[in-house]
């Protein structure tokens, strides 16, 4: 009992240092521009991170969402292989908070598991809505100038239903159309929202 009362005490101590503070807002708000500079030196002395030239560069590295949930949090998830796990030398104490740095480690691991499967996800809702911005861009691009029309041959009789695709270029593409049943040259008059197809003769 003594010893559950033990780990609950150091537990609130090491989520109360400025360092775990530090890291937890980081990933909980998915923002790399919050990390200070205790906690960049931090990840670079006892995480397994390169220092990345300065705090600017490491916050720019890891700043996209796909490079924050599939690379930094990673060095604290224990199911990766780029997991950073705990030495001999990290069982020293942190500085004076009378914690160790391995404690404070073991923190930044419950810290993720408790939000990996959540960050995975919006990075992922990110890069569909990328992909879908994308996709609008070119769909705009490619099929602005393309427009279904329901065409009637009044000499005939026949009815269809075209997709036109009017090159801006070419102005005099819809003057050669012809009826696909009786083949004759035609032109289209649109009245009352209907668009009718009459033959040249």
């Known amino acids: ?33 919050l990390m200070n500079k205790e906690l960049y030196q931090f990840l670079n ?3 397994g991170f390169i220092a990345h030239y300065n705090i600017h560069g ?14 930094f949090i990673r060095h604290f ?10 030495y001999n030398c990290h069982d020293e104490l942190y500085q004076n908070t009378g914690v160790t740095k391995a404690e404070i480690k073991q923190e930044f691991f419950r810290i993720v598991d408790r939000h990996k ?3 995975t996800k919006w990075a992922d809702g990110v890069e569909k809505d ?49 009826c696909l049943f009786c083949g004759q040259p035609i032109r289209m008059n649109q009245t009352g929202g209907k668009n009718y197809v009459e033959h040249t003769i």
Not at 61 to 69: C, I, S
């Open 58 to 71: 490491f916050r720019d590295t890891y700043a996209a969402p796909r490079d924050f949930t599939d690379v």
């Open 1 to 33: 009992m003594q010893s559950v009362s033990s780990q609950t005490a150091g537990r609130t101590t090491i989520g109360n240092l400025a360092v775990v503070n530090n890291f937890r807002r980081v990933i909980e708000t998915r923002n790399m521009s």
């Open 130 to 178: 990328r992909r879908h911005a994308a996709f609008q861009v070119l769909k705009s691009e490619f099929e602005a100038d393309i427009q279904n029309v329901r065409m009637e041959c009044e000499l005939c009789g026949e009815s269809i239903e075209l997709k036109i695709n009017r090159n801006a270029r070419d102005q005099h593409s819809l003057e050669n159309l012809c």
């Open 45 to 47: 002395l006892y995480c």
């Open 117 to 119: 499967d959540t960050t």
């Open 77 to 86: 998830d224990r199911n990766h292989r780029y997991f950073c796990g705990n």
